[in-house]
């Protein structure tokens, strides 16, 4: 991470909100969390999610965590009409690949990621 934890609280928690983040507890313990943001699709005419960051600590992998937070996004969405559910994964990350085509996922064919980075 380059940010500050900092930069994380008032991007999440502040005006204006860039980012929302949905906790997972499991007996009272931050377990994991997953880090979203709307965008909007001019094609749908719909607004979108794009999950930024999905998380599960390494002691609570396993647990259905993970899956838990992708419902509830995928239900989040759904509840403010978005047309789509998005996210990146690393072609090299199998494990993280697997878990989202189990999800029901799928790579979008002839899309290529694009990236200007404005931040050393």
Request: include cysteine.
């Amino acid at each position: 991470m380059t940010g500050s934890v900092e930069d994380l609280r008032r991007h999440l928690f502040a005006e204006p909100r860039y980012a929302q983040v949905t906790m997972a507890d499991w007996d009272g313990q931050v377990a994991g969390f997953a880090l979203y943001f709307f965008n909007y699709s001019t094609f749908l005419c719909q607004p979108g999610l794009y999950l930024e960051d999905l998380f599960v600590r390494p002691g609570y992998r396993g647990r259905g965590i993970g899956l838990a937070l992708l419902r509830a996004l995928e239900q989040h969405a759904r509840e403010r009409g978005c047309g789509r559910f998005e996210w990146s994964v690393l072609d090299w990350n199998q494990s993280a690949v697997d878990f989202y085509l189990e999800f029901g996922a799928r790579p979008r064919p002839g899309w290529t990621l694009y990236r200007k980075q404005l931040v050393a």
